[in-house]
């Protein structure tokens, strides 16, 4: 734990994921903490194998089941993300990614050229009335596209109402801020360079992350020019943030273009751009809540 500038952070890893927490003021990051490791604790209570809330859904084969009320806002998140992308991010890829890994073993990054066609219907036959989830048995969920983006969120929020400090709240490649922010803004290493974050939330959806960025959860498609190996968007917020990278980058050469009419600051990973200095590609200074690095 380092405190600088009074900005006391502290970090750990969850599941292989770096999680990163800020705060403003030493004496708000305990409870800070426990915010986050209770919700990391919760999200394995959902997600656990075979013996989690997910898998009793799993296992009802298409019939309802009374959720609680964390995998109902999950999901309810995922299938708002699967509508706003057009179902680029598809929560609903995972019997598509085991039929894949049977058949010809380690998965390809982000699923591109698979030729495992996504399921009829996919997300729309995914039916969430209340508390009362229903999931074909044709189907697998697989919510980690925005879970970890909507809990990091979360938690910043949380965090941030309960100190009225500044809070940056990193899982993975999902980042939110909320409160206060320092002078300069919060850092946050891309691609080898720091961004200064000033508000909302920031994701990157990569091919080759260890954490995969959540983006083997679109469906696999094809994708001949992909322009970069990672994408990375601050929003206002981290879920469409992390929507935004997903579907910029499951949309391969059109990704940029398309982010372009999107109210949001992007890049692409230097290492795969069009040769512009630093490998920026859509950065805008003047937008809220980046500053050009």
Do not use: K, N
């Not at 705060?23 to 986050?36: I, L, M, S």
């Not at 309960?162 to 801020?177: D, H, M, N, W």
């Not at 696999?220 to 579907?247: H, K, Q």
Request: aromatic residues 4%; positive net charge.
């Amino acid at each position: 734990m380092e405190t600088i500038d009074r900005i006391c952070e502290t970090r750990w890893s969850y599941r292989g994921r770096p999680v990163r927490l800020a705060v403003t003021g030493a004496r708000r990051a305990t409870a800070a903490r426990r915010v986050v490791t209770g919700a990391l604790a919760a999200l394995d209570r959902i997600a656990a194998p075979g013996q989690g809330e997910l898998a009793r859904v799993h296992r009802a084969a298409g019939r309802p089941v009374p959720v609680g009320p964390l995998l109902r806002d999950l999901v309810a998140v995922a299938l708002d993300a699967a509508r706003a992308s057009d179902g680029a991010c598809d929560p609903t890829i995972g019997a598509a990614r085991i039929r894949l890994a049977a058949r010809s073993g380690p998965l390809p990054g982000c699923g591109f050229g698979t030729g495992v066609p996504p399921p009829v219907d996919g997300w729309r036959a995914i039916s969430l009335h209340g508390d009362r989830l229903t999931v074909p048995s044709t189907l697998l969920l697989v919510l980690g596209g925005t879970a970890t983006a909507y809990l990091a969120q979360r938690c910043a929020t949380r965090i941030a109402e309960r100190s009225a400090g500044g809070v940056l709240v990193a899982i993975g490649s999902r980042v939110a801020t909320a409160g206060p922010v320092p002078p300069g803004g919060w850092p946050v290493p891309v691609g080898g360079r720091t961004i200064r974050l000033t508000g909302g939330g920031l994701a990157t959806a990569s091919a080759y992350r260890p954490d995969g960025g959540d983006v083997l959860d679109p469906p696999p498609r094809p994708a001949p020019g992909l322009p970069a190996t990672a994408v990375t968007v601050a929003a206002p917020d981290t879920v469409r943030a992390a929507t935004l990278a997903v579907t910029a980058l499951v949309r391969g050469v059109d990704g940029p273009g398309w982010l372009a009419g999107q109210d949001c600051s992007w890049w692409v990973d230097p290492d795969r751009t069009d040769g512009r200095p630093g490998g920026e590609v859509g950065a805008d200074p003047a937008r809220p809540g980046v500053t050009r690095w």
